[in-house]
């Protein structure tokens, strides 16, 4: 199989191309230096080339806080983007898996969010791009997957963790919010799942993170033990962390529909982090050894 993924230097489309590859599939991983999603012309022309069976949509504008001063922009990548994917999917007939997120969610509430719940409003100009880009996704397109993550960390690219680590080793401490819950995703066991999806088409609306919920507080307390750090970590309020796009304070994810059609849920959040937190450390090692 070949298969196009796109935002291929971010951290989930980097360990799709690998995980496609591991497979013996072809992968095509293209940025914006070689496919603009917000250029028709250029989607078009790469994606037809190309000759993919598929295509894996990554990319996405993912700056939350900055989203909030910049809509226009937000909504050109992650909403006229991804209908730019999806047309050129129509037309060629091939399949497409778009990555969407929990922040499509209201985020009230303490049940866990089924993939079929009606969406009533994203709390943040972010959660309605990529909402405008399921429905772009729904409209043209029969051969779709639409996979909901969230709190998202692979080894390319920032993410919480290895912030986290950075301000538990440079202040000796930290404050972490403790009233907002969901789950982690590593990029590494979602790949997998991306890639099992794409071999099959059992499509629809799936939600896929690592198995179990935990607040951000939670969270942080598992990074720093399966690191080593003994850092004092003090539960706070969201309103002590004052952010300029609202944040849902209900993140959970039931993944009861992966399994409902043949797919494997994701290991727990907790050996993820584990397995994650010590690929870093061995990474840091080998880099020191070299420096």
Same mark, same amino acid.
């Given at each position: 199989?070949?298969? =196009?993924?796109?935002?291929?230097?971010?951290?989930?489309?980097?360990?799709?191309?690998?995980?496609?590859?591991?497979? $013996?599939?072809?992968?095509?991983?293209?940025?914006?230096?070689?496919?603009?999603?917000?250029?028709?012309?250029?989607? @078009?022309?790469?994606?037809?080339?190309?000759?993919? @069976?598929?295509?894996?949509?990554?990319?996405?504008?993912?700056?939350?806080?900055?989203?909030?001063?910049?809509? $226009?922009?937000?909504?050109?990548?992650?909403?006229?983007?991804?209908?730019?994917?999806? !047309?050129?999917?129509? !037309?060629?007939?091939?399949? +497409?898996?778009?990555?969407?997120?929990?922040?499509? *969610?209201?985020?009230?509430?303490?049940?866990?969010?089924?993939?079929?719940?009606?969406?009533?409003?994203?709390?943040? #100009? /972010?959660?309605?791009?990529? /909402?405008?880009?399921?429905?772009?996704?729904?409209?043209?397109? &029969?051969?779709?997957?639409?996979?909901?993550?969230?709190?998202?960390?692979?080894?390319? $690219?920032?993410? *919480?963790?290895?912030?986290?680590?950075?301000?538990?080793?440079?202040?000796? +401490?930290?404050?972490?919010?403790?009233?907002?819950?969901?789950?982690?995703?590593?990029?590494?066991?979602?790949?997998?799942?991306?890639?099992? +999806?794409?071999?099959?088409?059992?499509?629809?609306?799936?939600?896929?993170?690592?198995?179990?919920?935990?607040?951000?507080?939670? *969270?942080?307390?598992?990074? *720093?033990?399966?690191?080593?750090?003994?850092?004092?970590?003090?539960?706070?309020?969201?309103?002590?962390?004052?952010?300029?796009? %609202?944040?849902?304070?209900?993140?959970?994810?039931?993944?009861?529909?992966?399994?409902?059609?043949?797919?494997?849920? =994701?290991?727990?959040?907790?050996?993820?982090? #584990?397995?994650?937190? %010590? =690929? =870093?450390?061995?990474?840091?090692? &080998?880099?020191?050894?070299?420096?």
């Amino acid at each position: 199989m070949k298969v =196009l993924v796109t935002g291929v230097k971010g951290q989930l489309g980097y360990d799709v191309v690998k995980e496609l590859e591991k497979r $013996g599939h072809t992968a095509v991983g293209v940025d914006i230096e070689e496919m603009d999603i917000t250029d028709a012309t250029a989607v @078009d022309t790469v994606i037809t080339h190309s000759m993919v @069976d598929a295509v894996i949509h990554c990319a996405a504008y993912t700056a939350v806080d900055a989203a909030e001063d910049n809509v $226009g922009i937000c909504n050109k990548i992650n909403a006229v983007g991804t209908e730019n994917i999806a !047309k050129v999917c129509k !037309k060629l007939d091939i399949k +497409m898996i778009y990555i969407s997120t929990d922040y499509v *969610f209201d985020g009230q509430g303490t049940r866990p969010w089924e993939p079929d719940d009606k969406i009533t409003e994203p709390l943040n #100009a /972010y959660g309605n791009s990529k /909402y405008l880009g399921e429905q772009a996704v729904q409209r043209y397109l &029969e051969k779709y997957y639409i996979v909901r993550i969230a709190w998202v960390f692979g080894m390319n $690219g920032k993410n *919480f963790v290895k912030t986290m680590l950075r301000v538990g080793r440079e202040n000796g +401490m930290a404050k972490v919010v403790n009233d907002q819950f969901g789950s982690p995703t590593y990029t590494a066991d979602l790949s997998i799942l991306l890639c099992d +999806m794409v071999e099959t088409s059992r499509y629809g609306i799936y939600h896929a993170t690592n198995e179990g919920f935990c607040s951000w507080f939670e *969270f942080t307390c598992e990074i *720093f033990r399966q690191a080593g750090l003994e850092v004092p970590i003090t539960p706070v309020s969201s309103d002590e962390f004052p952010t300029k796009a %609202k944040r849902p304070a209900n993140s959970r994810m039931s993944k009861e529909k992966l399994v409902a059609n043949g797919f494997r849920k =994701l290991p727990t959040w907790q050996d993820a982090t #584990a397995r994650y937190v %010590k =690929l =870093l450390l061995e990474k840091e090692k &080998e880099e020191q050894k070299n420096s």
